[in-house]
C-alpha cells in the first residue's frame, strides 16, 4: 500500500525561527513529490519536485528531494506568523499520476 | 482566488436529507477532482472526471452520486449520509486528469446531524 507520511505532526515556533518539516513515502512507481500550504481554506500549491538534489525556491521557502532515501523536506526560514499553516505533501505515481497525500504538518508562528 | 469555487462554504443537513454540493473551474481545465478530508486523517481522493467522463472511484459509497454535466462544473449529490461523512469536501482541477498540479476550491464544510 502507498504510504506517505509527514513529521513532525505538529509545531510551534517564534517569529524569525527556521523550520524544517519532513516527508517520507514509500510507494509504487514514483513520480513526483508536491508541497500544498493550507490555511482555513483551499490547499494552494508551493513546489513540485521530480528530480533527486535540486532544490526548489520561493522566497522565503525551498524544498529538496532525496529519492534515493524517499524523503523530501520544506525549508521555511525567517518565519513569520502567515506562514502559521497546515502544509500537506502529495505524491503522484506513474499510474494515473494521481496523488497520495500525507496528514499533514500543522505550523504555528508565534509573535 | 485559485480559480475553483465551491458552493455553499458551509452545510449542515440531517442523515435522511438530499443535498448537493458544487464545484466551478474557470481555468479551462479538463479534468476535475472530488477530495474528502477529515479531522486527524489525510485527504482522501473520491473522483475523478476528465472530460466529464467518470475515470476514478475510490471505493465511495454509493450514498455519493458525482455528476460532471461539463469540463467546468462538477457536482456531488448526497443523500442518506452518516455522521462518520461530516468532513470537508475539496473540489481540484488540474489541466490533464493526473497533470500536476492540482488547483483546490476552499471546500464545503459538511456537518451530518
Known amino acids: 500500500e502507498d504510504k506517505v507520511v509527514q513529521s513532525p505532526l505538529s509545531l510551534v515556533v517564534h517569529e524569525g525561527d527556521t523550520v524544517t518539516l519532513n516527508c517520507s513515502y514509500e510507494?509504487?512507481?514514483?513520480?513526483?513529490l508536491l508541497w500544498y500550504k493550507q490555511e482555513k481554506k483551499a490547499p494552494t500549491f508551493l513546489f513540485m519536485l521530480?528530480?533527486?538534489?535540486i532544490e526548489k525556491k520561493s522566497g522565503r521557502l525551498s524544498s529538496i528531494l532525496d529519492k534515493k532515501e524517499l524523503f523530501s523536506i520544506l525549508n521555511i526560514t525567517a518565519t513569520q506568523t502567515g506562514d502559521s499553516a497546515v502544509y500537506l505533501c502529495?505524491?503522484?505515481?506513474?499510474?494515473?499520476?494521481?496523488?497520495?497525500f500525507g496528514g499533514g504538518t500543522r505550523l504555528m508562528v508565534k509573535p | 482566488e485559485t480559480g475553483v469555487t465551491q458552493t455553499p462554504r458551509h452545510l449542515v443537513m440531517g442523515m435522511t436529507n438530499k443535498k448537493s454540493l458544487k464545484c466551478e473551474q474557470h481555468?479551462?481545465?479538463?479534468?476535475m477532482y472530488w477530495y474528502k478530508q477529515s479531522a486527524k486523517k489525510p485527504l482522501e481522493l473520491m473522483f475523478v472526471y476528465s472530460l466529464e467522463e467518470r475515470v476514478e472511484n475510490n471505493s465511495v459509497p454509493s450514498r455519493f452520486s458525482p455528476e460532471c454535466p461539463n469540463s467546468s462544473h462538477l457536482f456531488l449529490h448526497l443523500h442518506t449520509l452518516q455522521p462518520e461523512d461530516s468532513a470537508l469536501y475539496l473540489c481540484a482541477s488540474s489541466q490533464e486528469m493526473g497533470r500536476q498540479p492540482q488547483h483546490f476550491g476552499d471546500g464545503t464544510r459538511l456537518s451530518i446531524l
Open positions: 521530480t528530480s533527486s538534489g
Open positions: 481555468l479551462g481545465h479538463n479534468a
Open positions: 502529495a505524491v503522484a505515481l506513474n499510474a494515473g499520476n494521481m496523488l497520495t
Open positions: 510507494v509504487t512507481n514514483f513520480r513526483s
